[in-house]
């Protein structure tokens, strides 16, 4: 199989494989600053923060959803003499990812930057601030404001989350391609998250450092000086019989009926009359199965009891703790149809690159997790997928995998104890295929459901007998930028 030629021409600045793959505890500390060049305060104040009126403008419009009040809060600031913009830098904090360090970082953040750079998600959606927000310094600068002009074209965002909140984010950045209204800017990453492989992937590290205070800094400046590279983005479209899914993840929106038309038309793809359309971005991973069922479990009991998760380390022994009690690691043991391979349930069709026609592949009849990878890194840094060897790969019909060549690599997991075996990466996972679209056809029976997840946001999918619900997989047209917090 071969890359597309646009993978091929794209340089690649993403972090080596081995390196992301795992950050050890000894990185987490030379992250607080300990080492390495201290960042000086005031320099940074200098690279990243806008000129008053500016940043004024953006929080009166995003405040009140509406750029006119940005513009008339820009009018009404006084305008001293401005330093030159170098790379300004925006913030969103989501507090309740990870271990809830998200208040304590905002208070950190307003003292390094200022309060009006930084968005808390709980309060400001992503998308306000691309709609009011970049759409202020839009008319500023079609008004003659070469300032707001340079502000909007040097714009870099930061994102303090998880891999769920990188993806909500770049989600609604992607809109400023359809709407035409480029450059988007590029992303960097403060880990909050339990997994982190989006952080890890793009050299920002596996968890938030014990010397956050320290590391804040240096956290934005590289935000600030940092070279960007690629990643792709990946639609999932989920057509079920008409119903409802209860509990919609951020990673999944309702189609409009307008979207489902076009969706049809750019897919040659019929849907029945009475078909429940959701449309979805994901970058790192979509899975269906068990390890989506213990991510549902997990996601459910944070949010009745969020003091039992009150860091990565709580959070990794309450995912194995539902791993135990889901049924995985009795398969053999059981005659529960809920219990058995995916194969019972599911059909698998992949499109190759530069081929027109879906062919089907075959299912393991013991894999239980189905598992469509974008980047290196999977549950919290391991590399399931692995550093497979050039004969291997021609035996096979690979390639050696990227986050941004336009393919996706999926792989099987099998009862628990092959999940941990490859967690612990002693074995790899089942390799199953490589592939430039995606389609799944489930059909329920005794299974009236499955659990599935996208970038760690799961769902529980309904199932019917009579008919198939389909999620295909297709490349977004264009990639999303990601700043290399390596270098």
């Not at 913009?85 to 809830?100: A, E, K, L």
């Not at 007998?465 to 999620?471: L, M, P």
């Amino acid at each position: 199989m071969e890359r597309t030629e646009e993978a091929a021409a794209v340089v690649r600045t993403a972090p080596s494989t081995a390196t992301s793959a795992r950050v050890s505890i000894w990185e987490s500390v030379r992250a607080c600053g300990l080492w390495g060049k201290e960042v000086d305060k005031a320099e940074l104040r200098r690279q990243v923060v806008m000129p008053l009126y500016a940043r004024r403008a953006v929080k009166a419009a995003v405040t009140a959803k509406e750029e006119s009040a940005g513009v008339a809060a820009a009018a009404e600031t006084e305008r001293g003499e401005e330093a030159a913009i170098i790379t300004p830098v925006v913030v969103f904090v989501n507090s309740r990812s990870g271990g809830r360090h998200g208040p304590e970082l905002k208070v950190r953040l307003h003292e390094l930057i200022s309060e009006e750079q930084v968005f808390d998600l709980s309060v400001v959606k992503p998308s306000d601030f691309i709609i009011y927000g970049l759409g202020c310094l839009e008319r500023l600068a079609e008004q003659g404001d070469n300032c707001a002009k340079t502000i909007r074209e040097k714009l870099r965002i930061m994102v303090a989350g998880g891999d769920g909140t990188v993806g909500w984010v770049l989600g609604c950045l992607t809109d400023l391609y359809r709407l035409k209204r480029e450059p988007v800017p590029p992303t960097g990453i403060i880990p909050l998250g339990t997994g982190n492989d989006l952080a890890r992937s793009f050299g920002w590290g596996g968890s938030f450092p014990f010397g956050w205070r320290s590391a804040v800094k240096r956290y934005l400046s590289k935000a600030a000086t940092s070279p960007t590279c690629c990643l792709d983005s990946w639609q999932a479209v989920v057509m079920m019989p008409e119903g409802e899914i209860k509990e919609l993840p951020y990673a999944l929106k309702k189609a409009e009926p307008a979207d489902r038309l076009e969706y049809c038309q750019e897919n040659s793809t019929e849907l029945a009359e009475k078909t429940s359309c959701y449309k979805g971005v994901f970058y790192n991973y979509l899975s269906i199965g068990m390890d989506a069922q213990v991510a549902y479990g997990f996601h459910h009991l944070r949010d009745e009891k969020p003091y039992l998760a009150q860091g990565p380390v709580a959070n990794k022994l309450i995912y194995a703790g539902y791993s135990c009690t889901q049924g995985w690691f009795c398969t053999p043991c059981t005659a529960s149809p809920q219990l058995r391979g995916l194969r019972n349930i599911l059909r698998l069709y992949i499109k190759k690159v530069n081929c027109p026609e879906w062919e089907q592949i075959p299912m393991p009849s013991s894999v239980r997790s189905l598992v469509v990878l974008n980047l290196y890194n999977y549950g919290s840094g391991r590399h399931p997928w692995g550093d497979l060897k050039p004969d291997y790969l021609e035996k096979k019909g690979f390639v050696e995998a990227h986050s941004d060549d336009g393919l996706l690599e999926i792989f099987g997991l099998k009862e628990g104890w092959h999940a941990s075996f490859v967690m612990a990466e002693l074995i790899k996972a089942k390799h199953i295929a490589q592939a430039a679209a995606i389609k799944f056809e489930m059909r329920g029976g005794q299974w009236n459901r499955v659990y599935a997840q996208m970038d760690g946001e799961p769902w529980k999918q309904p199932l019917v007998q009579e008919y198939s619900t389909v999620i295909e997989i297709n490349k977004v047209p264009y990639h999303s930028l990601m700043i290399n917090g390596e270098q």
